[in-house]
């Protein structure tokens, strides 16, 4: 079935353009025709600004119970992951299923059309495996789907608390003991037309030095994205040191980990030779903003980073907020807080973060453009809204990244069709009442 929508204004790379008619057939697009003035007879009608779905390329859908929680008070990174053990300790594959599919609808409404889940809850909370022991990764391929977006399940190893030390009481359910068990596991896990399986190792104090080759050659073997939680505590890189001398990024390059198909995610405190093997190794690196702030964890070198080599995406991790557009801006305003000077990034390469990079980071390399052949994914942000309306259609990309926010979009489009319409999810008809519902299912 073909269809077409006309756009009334659209980012199409580093142009934006008025009157763009796209044909869609088969869940891509198939011609984009621009200067189409008026829109074609049948044409859904976007009006706003229209760009590529957004992919939120770090997720742990279960930490959005934490959100208002952990904000109360004071503490550290590791205060805030014993309340965040508290919520994973009480996860059912039901329970995790019904939180997930909100927070993808969520997700959907803020314009993603694409998320990487960095999955470590596998088991019982014992440890003890389910009858299906990829039960809980299946819930959340299940909740994508019916929240109507993509999901790259990066199926994570997790093996230890820390160097050289077993796996806590909270931390039993993440672990299959070895990398060899953790990989027979997940290979039980199957691609499907929304589904991109990948591989992530939690951190370099959750997994052992001596199997972190063993992840690494599951994903190369599978052409899959590998990614890895780096340096995003100080206390991290000193233990390192301590048990290995040497830096997180240098275990990992020495172990084969770094490469064009792995991200590492946060990459906040590294030495100028960290920077140079990751840049020089095209690893990416996934910015989380929002959660880095809040969490405290610092300005990660992303100036460096990229201009080394190594291709930015964007997460909201935590989901302290889930806002694609945010994390965007954070990026931003954060260099130039810490710089004191400002446009280390054009309005253009923020989105394209947000968008193309975090689809390739991902596995999903055809989705991210406005262009033929690409999935047919994309979200239109309203220009009228008390914080869009004003500025020149034109600049449409510097109104989205350094006005708008997840509250001004319209519309979502996966796989050409509306998942939310006129600001609404069109398969959950209540999104708000969702979340309420499955986050006190798990204080109960």
């Known amino acids: 079935m073909t269809r077409t929508y006309w756009l009334e204004h659209a980012w199409l790379g580093p142009a934006v353009e008025t009157g763009v008619a796209l044909e869609v057939s088969d869940g891509r697009i198939a011609a984009v025709r621009t200067g189409v003035d008026a829109p074609p007879p049948g044409a859904e009608i976007l009006r706003g600004f229209t760009l590529p779905g957004l992919a939120n390329a770090h997720s742990h859908a279960f930490h959005r119970a934490l959100r208002g929680t952990v904000q109360v008070g004071s503490g550290t990174f590791w205060t805030w992951r014993e309340v965040m053990y508290s919520f994973a300790d009480r996860l059912t594959p039901e329970t995790y299923h019904a939180l997930a599919r909100a927070v993808y609808a969520e997700m959907a409404l803020a314009g993603v059309t694409a998320v990487g889940e960095f999955h470590y809850v596998h088991h019982a909370a014992d440890g003890t495996p389910y009858a299906d022991p990829n039960a809980m990764g299946e819930a959340l391929l299940d909740a994508a789907a019916e929240a109507g977006i993509r999901i790259t399940l990066l199926d994570t190893a997790y093996l230890s608390s820390g160097f050289g030390q077993p796996p806590n009481r909270h931390q ?73 001398d040497c830096t997180p990024t240098r275990l990992l390059a020495d172990h084969g980990v770094l490469g064009p198909r792995t991200t590492g995610v946060h990459n906040t405190h590294l030495t100028d030779d960290d920077i140079r093997l990751i840049g020089s190794s095209s690893t990416g690196t996934c910015m989380c903003p929002t959660t880095e702030r809040d969490l405290a964890d610092g300005i990660g070198p992303a100036v460096a980073l990229q201009a080394a080599g190594s291709p930015l995406s964007l997460g909201s991790d935590s989901h302290a907020v889930i806002d694609l557009l945010e994390e965007a801006r954070a990026m931003e305003l954060n260099e130039r807080l810490r710089t004191r000077t400002r446009g280390h990034w054009t309005a253009a390469a923020l989105l394209r973060a947000a968008s193309a990079d975090g689809h390739t980071a991902l596995g999903w390399e055809d989705a991210g453009v406005l262009e033929p052949g690409a999935l047919a994914d994309f979200t239109t942000i309203a220009l009228d809204s008390v914080r869009t309306a004003g500025p020149l259609p034109r600049l449409g990309a510097e109104t989205a990244v350094f006005a708008a926010t997840a509250a001004d979009v319209r519309h979502t489009v996966v796989g050409g069709r509306h998942v939310v319409r006129d600001g609404a999810h069109t398969r959950l008809p209540d999104v708000p ?3 309420a519902d499955a986050v006190e299912a798990l204080r109960a």
Not at 174 to 195: I, Q
Not at 215 to 227: D, F, G, K, S, T
């Open 433 to 435: 009442r969702a979340l």
């Open 172 to 244: 039993l359910r993440f672990s299959d003991g070895t990398a060899e068990a953790w990989a027979e596991r997940c290979s039980g896990l199957k691609e499907r037309d929304h589904v991109r399986i990948g591989a992530a190792i939690h951190s370099v104090r959750a997994v052992p030095a001596g199997q972190l080759a063993t992840v690494a050659r599951w994903a190369e073997e599978r052409r899959a994205p590998l990614h890895v939680h780096l340096s995003e505590q100080t206390a991290e890189n000193d233990a390192c040191r301590q048990a290995y």
